[in-house]
């Protein structure tokens, strides 16, 4: 395979190689059908297959307890900002929401919350220019609220949370889109857990939403349609023309996941991979990575050059060395190299010997 680089996207991001070749392989010709998976109805057994054969895999791979469904929505991760108020809110008479505000996606979810009742940021980084996740104490959590939101992996900053918080019977909201499917997590701890597609799952423009069964039939009556869970659990996804192309894919990469050895060896490999670029970091000088040691993320990998000049140079360089995309957020400036699932450990390797390079001639 030529031409293909070391893709260090936030997102759209990097897919496994041997998935986009199935894709080509089978994409003019399903199966033996003589069309493709796009040309068909989303009714058809050969995709309702597809669809729940994605959803089994999803609970095989991420351990989904039995109480808990599975539907995908449209409209990506920041859909679910809205989303989840709309079906949430209303589980308490005080229509009130929690937040840790941990960077500029906890920020959106906030600003969106707001519209359907009370946000109230219980916990928030921005007095260490988000560079942790703030603690905090769940028995203080107003147990009036009906739910806490935090954003598992924060992939602006490159912080995670270590470890989530036991909130007991205050439903946990987690953001997972920029980590889904990187570590082993306990889905029991969270009343619902979300991600967009297109950074460890597939295509953009879907979400997955894992949710707790005594969650559901809550919405505010004016939820349009498209946007209740309830619905979208009872149809099975397929209440309008679902995301074909980017379910397909899904489901391809989690069988590829899968086929790798699933989520504890795919956490192993991911540790593997940050470790490296970290210990690199550490040990320079040259380089300042921002995140506190104990929220570092394994997937966003955020860090700084002396100067903006020099950052600008690190990134062109790179580029042209076939490391692509390790400009950082444009609301946060700097380096940022994501590590998502589908980064081979040798585009780690690659970059972290760009990083002694290019500091030995600018250093
Ligand atoms: C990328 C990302 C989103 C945004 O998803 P869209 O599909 O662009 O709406 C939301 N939350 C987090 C944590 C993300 O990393």
């Known amino acids: 395979m030529t031409n293909r680089v070391y893709n260090f996207s936030p997102g759209p991001a990097a897919l496994p190689l041997p998935v986009l070749e199935r894709v080509r392989e089978e994409f003019l010709d399903y199966q033996g059908l003589g069309a493709s ?15 729940a054969e994605t959803v089994e895999l999803l609970g095989e791979l991420l351990e989904i307890p039995a109480n808990y469904r599975v539907c ?16 949430l ?38 007095e260490t220019g988000f560079d942790r996740i703030p603690a905090i104490d769940p028995a203080a959590l107003d147990q009036a609220a009906s739910y806490l939101h935090i954003v598992t992996n924060n992939t602006v900053m490159g912080t995670r949370w270590a470890e989530f918080p036991d909130t007991g019977d205050l439903p946990l909201v987690g953001d997972a889109t ?9 889905v029991s701890k969270f009343g619902l857990i979300f ?24 919405a505010l009556p004016e939820t349009p349609v498209l946007l209740d869970y309830t619905r979208l659990v009872r149809d099975r996804s397929l209440t309008n023309t679902v995301n ?13 996941l899968k086929d790798f050895g699933g989520l504890a060896k795919m956490e192993e490999q991911n540790e593997r991979k940050a470790a490296l670029v970290y210990q690199a970091l550490d040990r320079s000088g040259f380089y ?56 081979p450990p040798e585009g780690a390797a690659a970059l972290v010997a760009f990083m002694e390079e290019f500091e030995r001639r600018n250093g």
């Open 244 to 256: 074909v192309f980017s379910i397909y894919v899904t489901n391809l990469v989690l069988h590829w």
């Open 288 to 343: 300042r990575p921002l995140a506190h040691p104990e929220s570092r993320s394994t997937m966003n990998l955020v860090f700084d050059l002396p100067s903006e000049e020099l950052n600008q140079r690190f990134v062109e360089e790179a580029d042209a060395e076939g490391l692509y995309k390790l400009k950082g957020h444009r609301e946060r400036g700097g380096i940022r190299a994501s590590l998502y699932n589908a980064l």
């Open 89 to 126: 809110i209303a589980l308490k008479p005080a229509r009130k929401a929690l937040f840790v505000h941990t960077g500029i996606f906890s920020g959106r979810t906030i600003d969106e919350a707001s519209k359907w009742g009370t946000a109230e940021v219980v916990a928030s980084g921005e």
């Open 37 to 51: 998976i796009i040309e068909i109805s989303h009714r058809t057994p050969q995709f309702e297959g597809v669809l």
């Open 195 to 218: 991600a967009g597609a297109q950074k460890n799952l597939g295509p953009s423009g879907l979400a997955v939403v894992i949710v707790r069964e005594d969650l559901l039939g809550q």
């Open 178 to 186: 920029s980590e889904i499917l990187s570590r082993r997590i306990d």
């Open 72 to 87: 995908f929505a449209h409209g990506g991760g920041q859909m679910q900002f809205s989303m989840v108020p709309l079906n």
